[in-house]
Every structure is written in structure tokens, then in C-alpha cells.
């Protein structure tokens, strides 16, 4: 066999090869630049500065709430959306999926500067709500992202478990409470995993709808990157890539699915 | 289910939608008013369309992010392709490996990504020119590349290989026959993916670039902070959301009418 | 036998993966024109032998001869023989013609030409596109899909695929035409046609075929020869006559067509002790050998009650068709019975059954022997990876143990017998399943199961690939996960060596 397989397998070289370079060794680098100082001095200085500083707790805590405050409006709006579309509710709910995806075919800051705009306009000013208005952002942004997981497990829940939850005498609260949710659980947990962690460490949003008066995870790396800080950024890498880890711990065990942007066309 | 129920999912999704377009429709709206800001009404116009196709700078942007959108999806889809064969094929270990370091990248923060690019290029002095833009991108949709292609991969009937070896055809003859025609889809989903991720991409570009090289979102990252949108965009948005149009329902109908005809 | 034309022959041929033995040194010839069957249920090592045929996989060791000439390293694509796989593996982006011209595209066919020097060369073209209609046309033929070319692969019937499948592999004329349980994904009725038609196909093409399949009635139907094969060994090679009538052993017997099998004593001079009854045989063995015994349902006749050789008690009667299934018991026995009479059940009854129908085998194992085994230092011994209760004091006759777990002997020796290497006898009976993994010493996997009229015969294997046979009155599952446990008193010791090596001073 080893003949036959060894032209099919050696093609994936090339690809080792680049993730090596470009995705391991980088990764690797952020590790050694986290834990060492300008002179290459192995330090845990930067650790402790970053978490000696008043303001990088804080930028973690809000972080933290609006990662949870996002992920938890997107699943309560989300949620119905896709459940209504999954039980043909509407006509045509691929289509009306396809709708609800479309806005992402437009540019991302464009969007986003689109709905500060339109904020602005209404009299929801960033400079003056920038909490409201990010808020807002993240919701306007990441909400396909929870509601195409969601119909995808929930299309394929198998029907006949619901009117045997019925048969066997539930109501429809019950039959939702007992039978319904918990089978689209792996469906929320892993359209939580989308919003949670991209919420965390993005910036841009925060960054056009609250007129940078908010610093999130992501800005405080994109500040240190502005000012070629590369140590004492690659400690906040470190940090965001510990949290990720977790993050991935904790649903490890949920089937995954399909990433959002995969099942787009 | 009862009707009120209906009648409140119908509202509260078209609701939803509606909050969802309210951004892009009131640029598209005034897109056809010379105003300075949205909310301001200076009387129709379809003046600032021609501003932006004169505009050099904008159109020298749009190039760009078409240029590096392309280049990148392309490098990706070759690399992708013959990475998802090669790990497909691999021995068990191999392929976890490779597999594991696939998914590095997919729920890795883009920002730390990024960050760990640039520390690789400071590292060994290299200047952020094009190829390093380039680069950037195809680390970020390189493993969705793989990811698309995997599930024809598995879906495959593993035999079909060995009956065009068994039938006298040389392993790169079954590749390109056999192999290539069941994962098209695959890689054509993957080529359009990349193409979307990397026009929709900021953080990367931003991270990887020669400053002096824009693409459409370091442009309008730049606008934003000076204020409201450049009215041109506007005019850019209408042009983006039509064209994305056009190409989703070609798509759409293409794929209907080849499951039709498959019936 | 003869070995003249023999077109394919393996010889002492093993796979094995990652330390599992699939294929374990199998040597069989083919003859040309021959149709031969792979038999065996699953996981026996028949496809992975197809494979090494085939090319796609290569022998560990041994080597395959195609016309006396090793192609054990040539490629798939190079050796003379085509496949029809199990879910047909047609090429779905490709229409019909072009699936069964797919090999004939491929092809080069030498042809003569005199050069400038008026020298013969042997030169070699691809075959024109009137070629390729012409044999395409005729495989289609063959298989009964003419005017097919133009379909979609998946606009056609499982049965219309599976014709495809042949087409496209024998239109490139191999010399020999393996087959995977081709027939696996057809229903009942369909299966039984096509039987008919490969058997037909196989006699105007005049190819050898190599068939695989876990149908024995199948391959009792359509092959010139069949080998059985179980855990990747050859069981036995014959006609399915001979397969049928002379079973090697109990586990071709039970695994072709109904039998009833027995354990009997073989009491010298013709005559076998089962069933409670010496019976007159034609086959020779030593005397008061333990043997296995089959009987095939259809041998045992009815006699007029109490005049017959055995008497017992119809209990269950089931209508079959063309026949009745009945069962006796003889005593705690049962005895099936397929007849076409008509016969009361619930009474007293009474069968003969003609020597030369009275089949007898070799017992392969009379007990369990552990070879490897030896003792803890808890006077326990080792079998398997498990350490089991045991009587250290057979080793020494008369001897007792002391407080300290040394044997004394009669003589007043001690002796300490840790690590000692033994043998260990465990009979088949003396064996307990436990149906939980924990509950016993040592678990595993329960290979196979033969019913031997009275008792079940099941063979447990561990991780490591030791067997323990056991005798139970008990149905298992074949595959369940069970734990064994042995009584102390039933495990029989010897030393390998001299005892003297451990005696302790």
C-alpha cells in the first residue's frame, strides 16, 4: 500500500510546511516575546505589568461583560429566529436564512460604520453612549453567527421525538422545556463559542461605535502593536490565547458544527 | 401551531431583518443625495455615483482588496486543496496532527493571529510589503479552505480511487480524474469562502500591511475616524450590495436548478 | 491435484496491521477458468486476501505468483486482474459509457511495425474511439444495459449499477475478475438473479473468477471451489460438495448449512459412542479419541417408534416449505430433523441415521493449555494477563502449604515456587462466564459460539489474543464483552523443569 498512498499523502507537504512557518513558529514566538524582555532576558516583567496596571483588569472585566451580555441578547434573539424558520413558520425559510446572511457580503468596518451612522443620526451618539452603542455593534454584527448554528441543528432535530414528547402527554411547554431545548443545547453552546470569544478580543467594533472611548481585549493588543510594544503585546496574546484554551475545554465535548461563514453559499 | 403564535413569529423575524438591513438600506438611500451625513436630505441626486468611479484613491483601494482577495483565495485553494487530499490520505497520527493545526487558526482570535504574523516578520526584519499582506491572508483562509473540502473528501466512496488504479489508471491520472471532479464543489465553496473572509478582513491586513498600501476596510477605518462616512461610500455600498446580489441569487438559481435536474 | 494451469497462487501470504494478524500464511492455487469463493464471516481476512490480488494492499510476507511470476510489488494498475467492489465504486461525475471506457481509454496495445531498417518493433497505441464503441457496446451487452451509455450513474437502480460495475470490469478483459461481496447491497430476490447470471457470465467469458462473500448458501451455489477462511486462516479448500459433505472441522461444519454436532468418542472398529448410542460409521480414528460429530439435519430419518437406532420426544415443529423442521430431545440432546412427513409432536418417536451420513472430525482442542503461565507471588497463577486462584500444592503430590505460602513436601523440603514457569489445563467445562467485565479475571471478547447439542461452545478472546474455550448451557451474543473466572481447584498444574530448581533452603 505504501506505494500506492505515498503520492496522495506527500501532497499535503506544501500545507504542513506553510502552517509550520506561519501559524506554529508565530504562535511559538508570541510565547518566547511574552516571557522575555527587549534584550531577549527571559522576564515575567511583562505579566506583571500588564496585570500590575488597574486599567488592564478593567479592560478584562468589561470584556468579559459585554462577551456575556452579547452572547446572551444574540441567543435570546437568535434563538426564536431560527426556531420559527426551522418549524416553517414563514415561507421560504432558506431563503429568509439567505437574507438574514446577506448584510455580511458587505464590508465589515463598512457595516459597522454604517450602523454608527445610523445610530448617530437617530440620536444615539457613541462619544456620549459608548457602551450603548458597542453594544448595539456587537449585537448588529454577530447575530447570524448564532442564528445559522442554530437553524442547522434545529432542522435537523428528528421530528417524530417532538410528537412523541406529545403522544406521551407533554404540553408545548414541557415538550419545549424537555425535549426541545435540550436537543438544540449542542446548537447554543457552540453559537456561543462563535460570539464569546470573537466578542472578547475584537476591536474595530468597539473601536468605530464607541469612538474609542472603550477598551476591550483586543484594543489593548492593538494599542501595544501601534506603539511596537511587541513584548508586552504578545503577554496579552498569551493571555486571550489561555482564555481561548479554556473556552475550547469547556465545549469540547459538544458536537461541533459547521462554521457559520462555511455554509454561506 | 395556533395562529397567534404564527402571526408573532412572522412579525418578530421580518422585525429582525428589518433591524438588520436598517444600516445598509439608509446608505443605499442616501446614496442618491449629495448630503454630507445621512439624515440629511439635499434633494435627489445620482451624482455621487460618477464621484466614485473618479474618486482614484477609492478605486485604487477597491483594486487592491480585489487584488489581494483574489491572490490570496487562489494560493489558498491550491494549497488547500492538495493539504485536505494529503490529510485525508495521511496515517492516523499525521492526520490529527495536521488536522489539530488546521483548526489553530479557526478559533484562534484573529487578533492574536495577526499579532503573531507581525512579531514573526519583526522578528526575522522582515519589511511588511505585499507578500506579507498575502501571507496574512492565506493563514486566515487557508484552514477554511480545508475545512470545505474535507466533508466531500469523507463523503466519497473510498473505493473509487482504487477502481481507477484497479481499472490501469496511474495514481496522478486517478488524482486529477477521479479524485478532482467529486471534490469541485468542495474547492469551488472554499475558493468563494476565502474570497468573502478576505474582503470582509481588517484585522489582518491592518496588522501585515506596507501602511502605505489600503484596502477598502483600513480605508474606511481611516474615515471613521475622522467622522461620518465619505459620502462616495455610499454610493460604493449601493454598488457592493447590488453586485453581492447579483452573484448570491446566479449562485442560488444554479444550484437550484441542478437539484432539479438531478430529480 | 495437478498444478498445471494455475494462474494465480499464493504462497505463505500474511498481512499484518499495526500487530493484528489479518491473513496468517495462506497457500492456495487457482486454476484457470476456475470459480472460486472466499468464505467466511466477517473479519476472516477473505477481502483483505482480495485486496493483496488486487494490488491495493501488499503481502506482509509470502508472495503472490500471477502465471509463476511474483507481482506481490506491482501496482493496481499494472497487473492483468479487475475488481467489482462491494458498493460498486462507479465514478459518479462520469455517465455510463464513459465509466466502462474508463479502463480501455487507459489502455496500449502493442502492435508490429517494420522501421526504416526493415527490423520488426513491437510498438505500442492507445485503442481508437471504434474500438472503444465496439467493446463498450459488447460489455453493455453482456450485462444486459445496452442503450445505456448516455445515463447518469445516479439515474440508475442498485441492480442497473451493479451490472455497470461488472461491465466496466470486464470489458478490459482481465485474467481475472475478483469480486467483494458484489451482491452484499442487493435484496433477496435480486441476489438470486444475479447468482444465476454471474454464474452464466463466468461460463461464456471463460475469465477466473475470485468471489468473496459471507453467504454460504452462495457460494454453495455458484462456485468450483470454495475456501473457507476464520481469524485470518484457511479452514479448509474443496468442492462445495466436499465442503458440504466432509467438513474439516466443527466450525465449517456449523458455519455451512444446518448440522447437528456432537461430541462422541470415536470407539474403534467403525463404530462412534454419541447421543447415548454407538453407532456404526465409516470413518477411521484411534480408539477412545474424542471427536466431534455432524450430523446434517436432512440425514436423520424417521423409524417406526421403538424400532429405531436413538428414541426421544418431538418438542417443536415448524412448517418450511417444502419440508418440516422438527426438534428431538434425546435425553438432555437436541436433534433437528428436517422431513417431508407429517409427524405428531409430543410423542415418543424414534430416527436411525445411515453410517455414511454420520460425519466425524477431529476435536481441534480436548482442554484449555496455557503453556506460558507461571506463578505469582501470591501463589496465584498467570494465565492471559490474569492472576487466578490455584492449588500450589499439585505440584508436589502430597505436599501442604505453610503460613508463609511455602510448599512443604512429605520430605520436609520447602519449596517457593515465584515466577515458577508452568503449564496450566483448564477443561472447557470447569470455565465460568461472567457477563460484566469486572466480575471476573480476565475479560474479552466472545470470537464464536457452536451449539454441540447440548451445551454452547464459545471461544473468548482477550487484548492480548489468548483464547479460553468454554462449555456453557448458556446463549451468548457473539461479540459481548465477558470476564472469565476459574475455580481454584480446577486449574491443573505441572512444572515446566525441575522442581529441585526451587526448592528454598
Not at chain 1, 454584527?141 to 434545529?154: A, C, K, R
Not at chain 2, 397567534?4 to 412572522?10: C, E, H, K, L, N
Not at chain 2, 473540502?149 to 486529477?176: C, V
Not at chain 3, 457496446?137 to 445496452?146: N, Q
Request: proline content about 4%.
Amino acid at each position: 500500500m505504501s506505494r500506492i498512498k505515498f503520492t496522495r499523502k506527500w501532497l499535503a507537504f506544501p500545507y504542513a510546511v506553510f502552517m509550520i512557518l506561519f501559524v506554529i513558529i508565530p504562535l511559538v514566538l508570541i510565547l518566547t516575546y511574552a516571557f522575555t524582555d527587549a534584550e531577549g532576558n527571559f522576564t515575567f516583567n511583562n505579566l506583571l505589568t500588564f496585570f500590575g496596571n488597574g486599567s488592564s483588569i478593567n479592560t478584562i472585566l468589561v470584556s468579559f461583560i459585554i462577551g456575556v451580555a452579547n452572547t446572551a441578547i444574540c441567543l435570546l434573539i437568535g434563538y426564536p429566529v431560527a426556531y420559527f424558520l426551522a418549524h416553517r413558520d414563514l415561507k421560504m425559510p432558506a431563503v429568509m436564512m439567505l437574507l438574514f446572511i446577506m448584510p455580511m457580503w458587505i464590508n465589515f468596518v463598512l457595516r459597522t460604520a454604517a450602523s454608527r451612522d445610523l445610530l448617530f443620526w437617530i440620536g444615539i451618539n457613541g462619544g456620549e453612549y459608548p457602551y450603548l452603542a458597542t453594544m448595539i455593534g456587537m449585537v448588529y454584527n454577530y447575530l447570524p453567527f448564532v442564528i445559522l448554528p442554530l437553524y442547522t441543528t434545529m432542522t435537523k432535530l428528528d421530528y417524530s421525538q417532538i410528537e412523541a414528547a406529545s403522544d406521551l402527554g407533554a404540553r408545548p411547554r414541557q415538550t419545549f422545556t424537555k425535549v426541545i431545548l435540550p436537543m438544540t443545547a449542542p446548537g447554543i453552546v457552540s453559537a456561543a463559542t462563535m460570539v464569546f470569544m470573537p466578542t472578547m478580543s475584537s476591536f474595530v467594533i468597539s473601536d468605530v461605535m464607541g469612538e474609542r472611548k472603550l477598551s476591550l481585549i483586543g484594543n489593548s493588543i492593538q494599542l501595544y502593536f501601534d506603539q511596537g510594544l511587541w513584548h508586552m503585546g504578545s503577554i496579552v496574546a498569551v493571555v486571550m490565547l489561555l482564555l481561548i484554551a479554556v473556552g475550547m475545554f469547556a465545549t469540547k465535548n459538544v458536537q461541533k458544527e459547521d462554521d457559520v461563514r462555511g455554509t454561506m453559499l | 401551531m395556533k395562529k397567534p403564535t404564527r402571526i408573532f413569529a412572522r412579525v418578530f423575524v421580518w422585525a429582525m431583518l428589518i433591524l438588520m438591513y436598517a444600516p445598509i438600506l439608509v446608505l443605499m438611500v442616501f446614496s442618491f443625495t449629495e448630503a454630507d451625513t445621512i439624515g440629511v436630505w439635499s434633494g435627489f441626486s445620482v451624482n455621487l455615483y460618477p464621484q466614485l468611479f473618479q474618486d482614484e484613491e477609492l478605486m485604487t483601494v477597491v483594486l487592491n482588496t480585489v487584488l489581494v482577495a483574489l491572490a490570496s483565495a487562489a494560493v489558498s485553494t491550491v494549497l488547500g486543496t492538495m493539504g485536505a487530499i494529503g490529510i485525508h490520505y495521511s496515517r492516523r497520527k499525521m492526520k490529527a496532527a495536521l488536522e489539530g493545526v488546521s483548526q489553530i487558526p479557526v478559533m484562534n482570535a484573529e487578533i492574536v493571529t495577526a499579532l503573531s504574523l507581525t512579531v514573526l516578520f519583526v522578528y526575522f526584519g522582515i519589511q511588511f510589503n505585499f507578500l506579507t499582506l498575502l501571507i496574512g491572508h492565506v493563514v486566515l483562509t487557508l484552514p477554511f479552505v480545508v475545512l470545505s473540502i474535507n466533508p466531500k473528501l469523507q463523503q466519497m466512496d473510498p473505493n473509487i480511487y482504487e477502481a481507477a488504479l484497479d481499472l490501469g489508471a496511474r495514481p496522478s491520472h486517478a488524482l486529477r480524474r477521479i479524485i478532482l471532479p467529486q471534490i469541485m464543489p468542495g474547492i469551488f465553496s472554499g475558493f468563494l469562502l476565502s474570497v468573502t473572509l478576505s474582503l470582509d478582513d481588517y484585522i489582518i491586513t491592518a496588522f501585515t500591511r506596507d501602511t502605505s498600501f489600503s484596502t477598502l476596510s483600513t480605508y474606511v477605518y481611516g474615515a471613521t475616524a475622522k467622522g461620518a462616512l465619505p459620502p462616495t461610500l455610499r454610493a460604493l455600498t449601493t454598488v457592493i450590495f447590488v453586485f453581492a446580489l447579483i452573484i448570491l441569487v446566479v449562485i442560488n438559481v444554479r444550484s437550484y436548478r441542478k437539484k432539479e435536474a438531478a430529480r | 491435484m495437478n498444478k498445471e494451469n494455475v494462474i494465480i497462487e499464493l504462497v505463505g501470504v500474511s498481512k499484518v496491521y499495526n500487530e493484528t494478524v489479518a491473513v496468517d500464511d495462506f497457500n492456495f492455487y487457482v486454476k484457470k477458468g476456475e470459480f472460486v469463493s472466499f468464505l467466511g464471516p466477517s473479519g476472516c481476512g477473505k477481502t483483505t486476501t482480495l485486496r493483496m490480488i488486487a494490488g491495493f494492499e501488499r503481502p506482509t510476507e509470502g508472495k503472490i505468483l500471477l502465471n509463476g511470476k511474483d507481482i506481490s510489488e506491482l501496482p493496481p494498475y499494472e497487473r492483468p486482474v479487475n475488481t467489482v467492489f462491494q458498493k460498486y465504486a462507479l465514478f459518479p461525475h462520469l455517465d455510463v459509457y464513459d465509466n466502462v471506457a474508463f479502463g480501455l481509454k487507459l489502455k496500449k496495445v502493442p502492435y508490429e511495425e517494420t522501421d526504416r531498417n526493415g527490423n520488426k518493433v513491437t510498438k505500442y497505441r492507445k485503442l481508437t474511439k471504434k474500438e472503444i464503441d465496439k467493446k463498450v457496446t459488447e460489455a453493455l451487452k453482456i450485462v444486459d444495459l445496452e442503450e445505456f451509455e448516455w445515463r447518469d450513474i445516479t439515474t440508475l437502480s442498485g441492480g442497473q449499477q451493479q451490472r455497470i460495475a461488472i461491465a466496466r470490469a470486464i470489458v478490459n478483459e482481465p485474467q481475472i475478475l475478483l469480486l467483494d461481496e458484489p451482491l452484499g447491497a442487493l435484496d433477496l430476490k435480486m441476489r438470486k438473479e444475479m447468482q444465476l447470471e454471474l454464474k452464466e457470465m463466468h461460463r461464456k467469458l471463460g475469465i477466473t473468477f475470485i468471489y468473496v462473500t459471507h453467504d454460504q448458501e452462495e457460494a454453495l451455489t455458484m462456485s468450483d471451489t470454495i475456501v473457507v477462511m476464520k481469524d485470518g486462516q484457511i479452514q479448509q479448500i474443496g468442492t462445495p460438495e466436499d465442503i458440504y459433505n466432509e467438513p474439516k472441522n466443527a466450525f465449517v461444519a456449523d458455519f455451512i448449512g444446518e448440522s447437528n454436532l456432537y461430541e462422541g468418542v470415536y470407539m474403534g472398529n467403525r463404530k462412534v459412542r454419541f447421543l447415548n448410542h454407538i453407532f456404526d460409521c465409516v470413518d477411521d480414528f484411534s480408539a477412545n479419541e474424542k471427536v466431534n460429530v455432524v450430523v446434517r439435519p436432512e440425514d436423520v430419518k424417521f423409524a417406526e417408534a421403538g424400532k429405531g437406532m436413538i428414541d426421544g420426544v418431538l418438542t417443536s415443529k415448524v412448517f418450511k416449505g417444502i419440508h418440516y423442521e422438527y426438534v428431538m430431545m434425546v435425553g438432555r440432546n437436541e436433534v433437528t430433523i428436517q422431513s417431508t412427513k407429517n409427524v405428531e409432536i409430543n410423542v415418543p418417536v424414534s430416527v436411525n441415521i445411515a453410517p455414511d451420513l454420520i460425519h466425524i472430525m477431529k476435536k481441534d482442542m480436548l482442554s484449555n493449555v496455557y503453556d506460558d503461565a507461571y506463578i505469582d507471588n501470591d501463589n496465584r497463577v498467570v494465565i492471559a494477563g490474569g492472576a487466578f486462584d490455584c492449588d500450589v500444592t499439585q505440584l508436589i503430590p502430597g505436599s501442604v502449604l505453610d503460613e508463609e505460602g511455602y510448599v512443604i513436601a512429605p520430605d520436609g523440603k520447602k519449596y517457593d515456587f515465584k515466577d515458577a514457569d508452568v503449564f496450566a489445563d483448564v477443561a472447557f467445562s470447569d470455565i465460568e462466564i461472567v457477563d460484566n467485565e469486572d466480575g471476573g479475571v480476565v475479560c474479552g471478547r466472545i470470537v464464536s459460539m457452536i451449539y454441540l447439542g447440548n451445551h454452547y461452545q464459545v471461544l473468548i478472546r482477550t487484548e492480548d489474543d489468548e483464547d479460553f474455550v468454554v462449555a456453557t448451557e448458556y446463549t451468548w451474543n457473539e461479540d459481548d464483552r465477558v470476564s472469565v473466572l476459574i475455580p481454584a481447584d480446577k486449574i491443573r498444574l505441572k512444572l515446566r523443569g525441575e522442581a529441585s530448581k526451587y526448592v528454598k533452603n
